[in-house]
Structure formats: structure tokens, C-alpha cells
């Protein structure tokens, strides 16, 4: 099987549903990541609204929600860093 332009490579032995499942699942931890930044912006939004605050609260939130995103994501990397290092020692 070849790879097309700016991919890498496929493993030995690795099958296409598993690289689809991968590449699924990234999408997955992308889309989360916008969902805390959003969640952050928009809660932060409302507190600003309903305590009649300028954007103090937004501003937070939405580092807030950046936070939690890139700390989910961190989560997600070594996750399937320990995946690939068990894969490695398998073979």
C-alpha cells in the first residue's frame, strides 16, 4: 500500500480500519478541544451578563477553556504514546 503526499508511511502490519479508528479518534480530541474553549467562552459570557461585569469573566474563560483543552489533549498524546510503546514491545 502506498501513502499518498505528506503522510507518513503505513507500519508493517498495520491495517486500514485501525489507521481510520486513529484518525477518528484525533478528530474526536479536535473537536473536544473546541468544545472546552467554547464552553469556557461561553460560560464566561454569561457570568460577565448576568453579574454586569465588562469582560473579565470572558477573558477567563476562555483561558480557561484553552486550558482544559490542551490539558485533555496531553491527556490524549500519551495515551497513544503508551499504545504505540505496547506495540512496539510486541513486536
Known amino acids: 500500500m502506498t501513502?499518498?503526499?505528506?503522510?507518513?508511511?503505513?507500519?508493517?502490519?498495520?491495517?486500514?480500519?485501525?489507521?481510520?479508528?486513529?484518525?477518528?479518534?484525533?478528530?474526536?480530541?479536535?473537536?473536544?478541544?473546541?468544545a472546552s474553549l467554547l464552553s469556557g467562552f461561553l460560560l464566561g459570557f454569561l457570568a460577565d451578563r448576568w453579574l454586569g461585569t465588562g469582560p473579565a469573566f470572558t477573558i477567563f474563560g476562555i483561558f480557561a477553556g484553552a486550558g482544559v483543552g490542551f490539558w485533555r489533549m496531553w491527556q490524549y498524546a500519551q495515551r497513544q504514546d503508551d499504545a504505540q510503546r505496547q506495540d512496539d514491545a510486541r513486536r
Not at 489507521?19 to 474526536?28: H, I, K, P, T
Request: proline share 16%.
Open 3 to 34: 501513502s499518498r503526499p505528506g503522510e507518513p508511511p503505513p507500519r508493517e502490519g498495520e491495517s486500514l480500519p485501525r489507521r481510520l479508528g486513529q484518525v477518528v479518534a484525533s478528530g474526536a480530541e479536535a473537536a473536544g478541544f473546541f
